[in-house]
């Protein structure tokens, strides 16, 4: 413990800036905590915990400019893997995507306090083709935001701080132990999220073959598509589709059949929106199961205009 609080003391800043720039990269990495006892340190020592402030915004746009050049070259496809690796999947889905569709770059400036919204927001931004100066001004407003709120918490609470870092280490090694114990917790707590997300959106899904056939006896459903309008743009959407950005914008009559298709990996926006649906009265809402990509890839019918 003694030199954990040695390394935070000696090294705060390189210590500050590779948390930071492990966490904003994907990894279930508290950033938080660091900056904040970092900050907390630097009071004590009469020094300024600015360049904290500093430090750790530089490393979040670091990361998150990385992510926005892939979103741009990858677009979707980068966007899919995200959310199949990530442990928490419910910010891919459809009310996290639509808060960029409405406010665009500028929901960057508070993104990082959104959770589950930061971690598509900068590929999000990169699909969706922001142009990067925009990007990288509202990143990084957002950046000192997120960073100067956690360094006045250090600064501010300096001695409350103190306190919980005296008692760890009067504690040695089971201090330690503490600390280590309380990462396994996050990453374990994330993950049960993640199982239990998935586990709630298992719900009956309808084949493209299935779709496809009411749609040639003439009774097709109301047909939803809630994907990003870039990526509409690009590869077209099912025939007589309806395209919408939030829960809101689904306000139909309630009706017998409606289906749902997305671009997310197990269907995860189309299945939130259907689950939605039902609970305000549609009897049957079924998400397309494999979304576009399953449908375009058995070669049906796809409209461009």
Same mark, same amino acid.
């Given at each position: 413990?003694?030199?954990?609080?040695?390394?935070? %003391?000696a090294?705060?800043?390189?210590?500050?800036?590779?948390?930071?720039?492990?966490?904003?990269?994907?990894?279930?990495?508290?950033?938080?905590?660091?900056?904040?006892?970092?900050? =907390?340190?630097?009071?004590?020592?009469?020094?300024s915990?600015?360049?904290?402030?500093?430090?750790?915004?530089?490393? =979040?746009?670091? %990361?998150?400019?990385l992510?926005?050049?892939?979103?741009?070259?990858?677009?979707?496809?980068?966007?899919?893997?995200?959310?199949?690796?990530?442990?928490?999947?419910?910010?891919?889905?459809?009310?996290?995507?639509?808060?960029?569709?409405?406010?665009?770059?500028?929901?960057?400036?508070?993104?990082?306090?959104?959770?589950?919204?930061?971690?598509v927001?900068?590929?999000? %931004?990169?699909?969706?083709?922001?142009?990067?100066?925009?990007?990288?001004l509202?990143?990084?407003?957002?950046?000192?935001?997120?960073?100067?709120?956690?360094?006045a918490?250090?600064?501010?609470?300096?001695?409350?701080?103190?306190?919980?870092?005296?008692?760890?280490?009067?504690?040695?090694?089971?201090?330690?132990?503490a600390?280590?114990?309380?990462?396994? %917790?996050?990453?374990?707590?994330?993950?049960?999220?993640?199982?239990?997300?998935?586990?709630?959106?298992?719900?009956?899904?309808?084949?493209?073959?299935?779709?496809?056939?009411?749609?040639?006896?003439?009774?097709?459903?109301?047909?939803?598509?809630?994907?990003?309008? *870039?990526?509409?743009?690009?590869?077209?959407?099912?025939?007589?589709?309806?395209?919408?950005?939030?829960?809101?914008?689904?306000?139909?009559?309630?009706?017998?059949e409606?289906?749902?298709y997305?671009?997310?990996?197990?269907?995860? *926006?189309?299945?939130?929106l259907?689950r939605?649906?039902?609970?305000?009265?549609?009897k049957?809402?079924?998400?397309?199961?494999?979304?576009?990509?399953?449908?375009?890839?058995?070669?049906?019918?796809? =409209?461009?205009?």
């Amino acid at each position: 413990m003694d030199l954990l609080l040695h390394v935070l %003391a000696a090294y705060g800043l390189p210590v500050v800036f590779v948390a930071v720039l492990l966490d904003q990269g994907g990894l279930p990495v508290p950033a938080y905590p660091p900056i904040v006892v970092a900050a =907390a340190l630097a009071v004590d020592q009469g020094q300024s915990p600015w360049p904290i402030a500093l430090v750790a915004a530089l490393a =979040a746009v670091s %990361a998150d400019w990385l992510w926005f050049l892939g979103g741009r070259r990858f677009g979707t496809r980068l966007l899919r893997l995200m959310c199949r690796l990530s442990l928490s999947p419910d910010s891919c889905v459809l009310t996290t995507r639509g808060i960029y569709a409405r406010w665009g770059a500028p929901s960057l400036v508070v993104a990082k306090f959104v959770p589950g919204f930061a971690a598509v927001a900068t590929v999000l %931004a990169g699909e969706s083709g922001t142009r990067p100066g925009r990007f990288l001004l509202y990143d990084t407003l957002g950046a000192l935001l997120w960073a100067g709120v956690a360094v006045a918490l250090g600064a501010v609470f300096h001695e409350a701080v103190n306190e919980v870092l005296s008692t760890l280490e009067e504690l040695g090694r089971y201090g330690l132990l503490a600390l280590l114990a309380a990462v396994v %917790a996050f990453v374990v707590a994330k993950a049960w999220r993640r199982r239990a997300f998935l586990r709630e959106l298992r719900m009956a899904r309808i084949t493209p073959a299935e779709l496809h056939g009411l749609i040639e006896r003439g009774a097709a459903p109301a047909i939803l598509d809630v994907r990003a309008p *870039s990526q509409r743009a690009r590869t077209g959407w099912i025939p007589g589709a309806i395209f919408v950005a939030t829960i809101e914008d689904a306000a139909l009559a309630p009706r017998e059949e409606v289906v749902v298709y997305c671009d997310c990996p197990n269907e995860a *926006s189309a299945a939130v929106l259907a689950r939605e649906l039902a609970r305000r009265g549609f009897k049957r809402v079924r998400p397309l199961a494999g979304g576009f990509e399953a449908w375009r890839g058995e070669g049906r019918a796809v =409209a461009t205009q």
